[in-house]
C-alpha cells in the first residue's frame, strides 16, 4: 500500500516503439541536427515509416519533403522536431491535431534560455496536458531502441558505437552526459535497448521513464542520471515499480554536495536537505546509488549476466594472496561475509595443492592455471560445499590469452550453470575479444579487483534486497489520531496530537492554576519538570519558567505561581496558556524523531541518536513518510550510534521494538497530515530499556 | 630530527644498474625460469656484460656457460639465481667469496613452505650481514631497470609489454601482484624506470627500496605495494626521505580488515590495530594510501605529468552541466575547494558565451569546441583570474579526435606552460594514440570524470603537504622526566611520572593516613575524588574504594578510613599504598590520550575524544612518536568529533593549543620510554577553556 499519487499512466510506446514516424526540419544534410536522425533512419534497420517535413523543398535525402505534418500521409506514431524554437509551439500544435503519438524535440532556446523560451516551454506542457501528446524536451538528445534502430537522436556516438540490444535502459536527463554514459557504456560491452533524454522534460519526466521500463518486458536492468526531480510522488511510484518488478534500478544523483546548503526553520529540516532524502527513497526502494559514471556501468556489466545472488557471502580465489587479501579489505568494507571455507574442505584442497591458501581468499597460486582441472576442483569446492552466493576470482594476465580462457570456461561450465544465481566476477587482463568470450559464457569482467568485489557486492544488494520484499505494509491512521490544526501549535497540544497518533509521550498536564498544577502533580505521581506554555515566549530556560525536579504538588503549585510571575514579568504581552507538568522520564537513551516537508518528496521521518550525536556528527537518517515495521527496522539500524541502542558498556539494551513502532506511527502520521506542518521535532525522545517502550519527552509542530 | 634508528646504508645500486651480470642456473629454453632473463639480456638494449653459469652444458643460449660464478671472468655486479632451493644456500656462498655485489634469489621453497626453507633462509641472511652480498628475496619475480634494460625477471609482462623509461618507481613485496601491477601500468602509458619484487625479504626489505628510489636522481614518483613492514624504523626513516625529497610516495598497504582484530590487553591497545598505526605514519610523511591498483596508477598517472600544485582550489570546465555538478561533488568529498570565478570575470564569460555556466563548474557548453578561440579565452581567464591550483575538465569524446585534440593541445600551449605547477586533468573518451598526444602535452587523461577529480585531489594533496613542510620538530625530554620503571607504576607514580614529562595531571596527594588525607585535601583546596591505590584491586568503585565530591578536610580524613577499611574487608591481602585525592575538575571538554607499543613501529600516541566517541564510534587518530607541534595540531583536527572541542551550542572553544603541547610532550616521552612500557592511558583527560590548559584526571601505565 502506498498513499503517494501515482503518475499519470499515458504510455511511452509510441515515443519508444513506433511504426511510423516522421523528421520535421528534415534537412539534406546528414550532418546537421535535423538531418542526422533522418539519415540514421533511412540507412539503418529502421523498418517503420519515414516521413521528412521540410517547407523549403520537395525531397529531403531522396525521400518526399511536405511542408507540414498535416500533410503526410496516414498515421504518424512520433515525430522528431528540429525547428527553431520560434516554431515549436506551432509545430507541436499541428501535430497534436494531426494525432501524433509522441514528439522529440531536439530544439533549444526554452526554459533554461530566458523568459520568452519559459513561456514558450509552458505552452508545450499545455498542449501535451489538452491533447495527450507526448513530448520529450525540448532541449534534448533525443532516445534510442536498439532492437528497431529508431534512432531519434542526433547525437554521433551512434555511430561511433553502433546500437546493440541488451537488458540494460538507460534514462538520462542531461543531454551529452547521456551521451558519453551511452559511449562509454558501449566502449564496454554494456548493451542497452532503450537511451532516453528528458531534456527540460516540458511533459516527460525521467520518473516516468523508469516506470515504463519497470514495466517493460525487455528491459532488465535500469540507468539512471539525474540532477534532481519535480515529481517526488511520480519518481516514488516509479521505483516502487522496478522493485516490484524486481529490477536493479542504478542510479547517479548529482547534487550531494548542495545538501544542508540552505537555511531552514526548524532543528529538524536543518539536518535535512534534499540529498538526504534522495537518499531515504532510494534505501526504500534497494536502488543503488552511485557517485561515478564508471561505478554505474560496472554494476550494469555485472547486472547484464543475469546473475543476482540471495545472500552476501563471498568466496574470492586468487593466483597472488597479496591480491586476495586486498579484495578481503574491499570485500569488507562493502558489507560483503568473507566466511571461511569448511575445514574438511581446507583439508581436501590443501591436499590438491599443499601451498595453496584453503580458507577464503582461496589462494591456488599461478601454477594451478598450468592445469585446470585443480580449478574446477577448487571452484567446486567453494560453490558445493562453501556454499558462496558469489565469487570474485584473481586471474590477471595469466588468464588472459585465448587457449587459456577456451580451457577456462570449458572447464567451469557445468558449474556457471549449475549456479546461474552467483554472480562470478573475473579481475583479468585480456583484449576485448578475451573479454567477450568470457561474459558470453556468463562472467563478468573488470579488471581491477577491487572494482570486481565492488560490483559483486552491488550484485549482492540488489538480490537480498528483492529478496527480502517490501516487507510490512504502513498501518492505518488511529481512527482516534487528531490532525494538525490550521493554527500554531503549542506544547501541550502538540504531545496529545502525536499521542493520539501512536507516538508516545511521557505523562503531562496543562496547568492553568497553582491548585490544578498540584493535581497534575498528584496525577502524574512522582518528579515532574515544568514549563511555561506559550507560543510568544522563546527562551524559557532564561527568564526561569522551567524548573526541574519537582517533587511534591506543594511544590508544583509554588512552581507555577513562580513560572507565572517570571513570565508575566519577562513578557507583559505574551499570550500564556498555562504552565505544563511532565514526567521526569530516568534511564534509557535519547533520540531525536522529526519530520521535514520536502518540496518535491513530502513529509520524511527523520531518526538520530540525541546530544552529540545529532549535534556534531549529524548521525541521522531518513525515510520518505508512509513506511512499514521493517523499514522502520532498516532506518534505526542504520545510525553509526547504533550500539547506543543494543548496550554499551553494561547498559541493558533499549526497547528498538518500541521506537520502531513509534517511528512508523509518526510517519503514517505525518503522510495523512501532509501539507499541514512544515516541520515536526520530538526532541528528546527517550527509548527506555527493552519492554519499556519509549517516551517523547517534548514536542513541536510547526504548522505550514 | 628523528630518534630513531635509520636503516643500513648500503645503496641497492649495484642490483639496479650493474654493468656485468650473470644468470645461475640459466637456461638454453627461453621459455623457463632460468633461460627466460638470459634471453632478455642478450637480445634486449642491455649493454653490459652478460655470463651464464651452468654446470651442465659448456654454453648456453649461444654464450659460453661457466661451472660455477666462481669461473665467470672479472667482476660481476649482480647475479639471477634460478637454482632449486636445496642449492642456493651454497651458489650464494659462492656469490659473497667472488664479490658479487647483489643476487636476484627467484627460487621457492623457503621460509613460504616449510621449516627447511625457513632454515635456508636464515642461512641466506646470515651470509648478507656477514659479507655485504645484497639478496633480493628468495621467492621474487626479480626487478628490472628500464633505462639500461636490465631485465632481472622472469614475468612474461615484460616481454608483452616492453619497459619504458619513466619517472615512477615500483617496489612490490608480492611478486605476481608486482607483475600485474606493472602490466596495467604499461598498458595505460605510466612509465617505470624501476620495478622490485622482494619476494621474502632475506635481506633487502621493501622500506629500503624506497629509500633507496627517495635518493635516486631518475625517480620522481614512488609506487608501492606491501601487506606489512617488519622494520618499522626503516620504513619510516624511508618515507622520511621521500618527503624531504619532495617526491609523491603512492602506497597500497592491504590487510586493512584485519585491523583490530587481536586482543589487546589496554583500553588504548584495543583500539589501534596495527593497520591504524599504518594510517598515522603515512598522513605523518604525506603518503597517499590507496586501496586499489586503478587508484595508484591514476595517481601515478597524475604524477608522471610533473605538476604539483601548491593549493586546493580546483577549477571545473565542463561542456555538460551535469557533469559540472558531479565532479563538483567529488572535488567536495575529496576536500578540494570548488572556489566561485571573480564576479567580473563571470560577466566577461558570460559576454563570450551567454548561456555558459560561469561561476565554478564553468560550463562552456558543447558548441565551445567548435571555436577553440573561446576555450583558450575561458581556460585563460580561469587561470589567471581565477587563480585555481588545478584544473579538471569534461570533454568527453567530443575532444577525442586528433584534429580536436591538435587544436585544443596548441589552442592551450601557452597556459599549459606558464602554469607547470597546476595539474590539469581532461575527462576524454579517445583513442590510445590521441591520449598519448594529450599526456606528451603535459595533460593527464582520465576517461571517468570522478577519477579525474580525484587523481586532481591526490596531487593538491602531494602540493600541499611539501609545501606545508615537516613542521616543527618534537622538543627534548625535559631533564626533570622521570623514567618508566622495570616494576608495576600505581596511579600516583603515573600520574607523577608523566606530570614529570610535561603531560599536565590534575592536582592530586597520595594519603597514607587520614590525618595525611586531611592535609591534602587542603593543600588542593577545594572539592576532591578519593581512590584506593593498590596494584591488587581492579573494581575500586564497587567496594566502596572511590569517592566523589568530598568537600572538607574533615570528610576527607573521614573518607580514608572508610576506604581503607572497605579495602582491607574485600582484599585482606592486598598491598596497598594510600589513597589518592584528587582535584575534581569541572567544565572542559573529556578526551582520552594514551600510547601503545606496537611491535613494528614502537611507541604510537593516539587521541580521541571521551564517552560515546570512544566507546561507541571508536573516533580515535595516531601518531607515532616522537612528533613536533604541528603534528599534534593536525592529529586533533582529524577526529570526526573536532566540533566538540572548537565550542558547539554555545559551550566555550578549549584549549586545543595545551592539547597539542600535551600530545607532544606524551610522544616524546614516550619515545624515550621505548620498550619500556606496553601502553599509557590518561582517561579522560580534560580540556579546559581557551587559556586554561588541560588536566589528566586518571593515568594508567602498564610497564612491558
Known amino acids: 500500500m502506498t498513499t503517494h499519487a501515482p503518475i499519470a499512466r499515458r504510455p511511452l510506446t509510441r515515443l519508444l516503439d513506433p511504426r511510423s514516424v516522421a523528421v520535421i526540419g528534415a534537412s539534406d544534410n546528414p550532418a546537421r541536427i535535423g538531418g542526422r536522425p533522418l539519415h540514421y533512419l533511412l540507412n539503418g534497420r529502421f523498418e517503420g515509416e519515414v516521413h521528412a517535413v521540410n517547407a523549403n523543398r520537395s525531397t529531403v535525402q531522396g525521400v518526399t519533403a511536405y511542408p507540414s505534418i498535416l500533410e503526410v500521409p496516414g498515421e504518424v506514431d512520433a515525430v522528431i522536431v528540429a525547428v527553431p524554437a ?119 519526466e525521467i520518473s516516468e521513464c523508469i516506470a515504463w521500463y519497470a514495466d517493460a518486458p525487455d528491459v532488465g536492468v535500469i540507468a539512471v542520471y539525474a540532477e534532481g526531480v519535480r515529481n517526488g510522488p511520480g519518481l516514488r511510484d516509479a521505483l516502487e515499480r522496478a522493485y516490484a518488478a524486481n529490477k536493479p534500478v542504478i542510479f547517479q544523483k548529482v547534487g550531494r554536495s548542495g545538501a544542508g546548503a540552505e537555511a531552514a526553520a526548524s532543528h529538524t529540516a536543518s539536518l535535512a536537505g534534499a540529498d538526504a532524502v534522495y537518499d531515504a527513497l532510494f534505501r526504500q526502494y534497494g536502488v543503488c546509488r552511485v557517485d561515478s559514471i564508471e561505478e554505474l556501468l560496472d554494476i550494469a556489466l555485472a547486472c547484464q549476466s543475469g546473475a543476482m545472488p540471495r545472500g552476501n557471502k563471498l568466496g574470492i580465489m586468487t593466483i597472488s594472496g597479496g591480491a586476495g587479501v586486498q579484495m578481503a579489505d574491499t570485500a569488507e568494507a562493502c558489507g560483503l561475509d568473507v566466511a571461511p571455507m569448511p575445514a574438511d574442505q581446507q583439508a581436501y584442497l590443501k591436499e590438491l595443492i599443499p601451498f595453496a591458501g584453503v580458507r577464503n581468499p582461496v589462494d591456488i597460486t599461478a601454477q594451478a592455471l598450468n592445469d585446470m582441472s585443480l580449478i574446477g576442483k577448487f571452484m567446486r569446492s567453494m560453490m558445493d560445499e562453501g556454499g558462496y552466493d558469489a565469487v570474485v576470482a584473481f586471474f590477471t594476465v595469466v588468464a588472459g590469452s585465448r587457449m587459456i580462457s577456451e580451457k577456462l570456461i570449458e572447464t567451469l561450465r557445468d558449474i556457471r550453470e549449475k549456479y546461474a544465481h552467483a554472480p562470478m566476477v573475473l579481475s583479468i587482463v585480456a583484449p576485448d575479444d578475451v573479454v567477450r568470450a568470457y561474459e ?40 482516534a489520531a487528531m490532525g494538525v490544526p490550521d493554527r500554531t501549535v503549542d506544547e501541550d497540544e502538540a504531545r496529545r496530537i502525536l ?206
Chains 1, 2 share one sequence.
Open 499 to 704: 499521542a493520539s497518533a501512536g507516538v508516545p509521550m511521557a505523562a503531562s498536564r496543562l496547568a492553568t492554576t497553582p491548585g490544578e498544577a498540584a493535581e497534575a502533580w498528584s496525577a502524574i505521581g512522582g518528579p515532574v519538570a515544568m514549563k511555561i506554555v506559550s507560543p510568544d515566549i522563546l527562551h524559557k530556560t532564561e527568564i526561569g519558567a522551567v524548573r526541574l525536579d519537582v517533587n511534591s504538588a506543594a511544590e508544583a503549585a509554588q512552581a507555577h505561581s513562580e513560572i507565572m510571575a517570571a513570565a508575566r514579568h519577562h513578557y507583559p504581552d505574551a499570550r500564556i496558556t498555562g504552565v505544563i507538568l511532565s514526567e521526569m522520564v530516568t534511564g534509557g537513551v535519547e533520540t531525536v524523531l522529526g519530520v521535514i516537508s520536502d518540496p518535491v518528496f513530502g513529509p520524511a521521518v527523520m531518526f538520530g541518536l540525541g546530544g552529540v550525536f545529532v549535534e556534531v556528527l549529524g548521525d541521522v537518517t531518513f525515510r520518505i513518510a508512509p513506511f512499514g515495521i521493517d523499514e522502520a527496522h532498516r532506518m534505526i539500524r542504520e545510525i553509526r550510534g547504533i550500539r547506543m541502542l543494543e548496550g554499551v558498556r553494561g547498559q541493558p539494551a533499549c526497547d528498538i521494538d518500541a521506537l520502531a513502532r513509534a517511528l512508523v506511527n509518526l510517519s503514517v502520521f505525518a503522510a495523512a497530515n501532509a501539507g499541514r506542518f512544515s516541520s515536526i521535532d520530538i526532541n528528546p525522545c527517550i527509548v527506555l530499556p527493552e519492554g519499556q517502550g519509549v517516551a517523547g519527552v517534548d514536542a513541536l509542530i510547526v504548522p505550514s
Open 440 to 479: 558470453e559464457a556468463g562472467y563478468t569482467i573488470l579488471e581491477d579487483p577491487a572494482r570486481a568485489v565492488r560490483a559483486a557486492a552491488a550484485m549482492a544488494h540488489f538480490g537480498t534486497s528483492f529478496e527480502r520484499g517490501a516487507g510490512a505494509a504502513p498501518p492505518s491512521l488511529p481512527p
Open 86 to 204: 520560434h516554431s515549436v509551439v506551432q509545430t507541436i500544435t499541428e501535430c497534436a491535431e494531426k494525432g501524433v503519438g509522441a514528439a522529440v524535440i531536439f530544439s533549444s532556446g526554452f526554459a533554461e534560455q530566458d523568459e520568452q523560451g519559459a513561456a514558450w516551454q509552458a505552452e508545450l506542457t499545455a498542449i501535451s496536458a489538452r491533447t495527450g501528446i507526448r513530448l520529450l524536451g525540448p532541449n534534448c538528445l533525443g532516445a534510442f531502441n536498439a532492437r528497431t534502430d529508431w534512432l531519434a537522436t542526433f547525437s554521433t556516438s551512434v555511430e561511433q558505437y553502433p546500437v546493440q540490444p541488451g537488458p540494460i535502459a538507460i534514462a538520462s536527463q542531461s543531454g551529452a552526459f547521456g551521451s558519453h554514459l551511452y559511449t562509454v557504456a558501449a566502449k564496454r560491452g554494456v548493451r542497452c535497448t532503450y537511451w532516453v533524454t528528458t531534456g527540460n522534460e516540458s511533459d516527460i
